[in-house]
């Protein structure tokens, strides 16, 4: 037996699933090549200047608390840390 983690998937009930179709048919029969050629496609991030922690997945090997903390394992965090939003846009060209 091997350890599995639950894999979070968004709840979509049969009339969104049919909603999505419907629109990417829509798509497909309305655009041409050189119409997708001039879409901007986008998104944004929001980063914290702290950086990630994942307390599940880092871990410090030590035979006791007190060498584990000499090793670093605290992790120091900001109640209101810094921010950095980054924007990206794709496009054909």
Known sequence: LYPYKMRIEPKLTEEYKNKRKKIVNWVGHNFRKEDTMRILFSDEKIFDLDGMYDSQNQRIWAASRDEADEKGSIKVKQKF?????VWLG???K
């Open 90 to 92: 794709v496009c054909f």
């Open 81 to 85: 840390p810094q921010k950095v939003m």
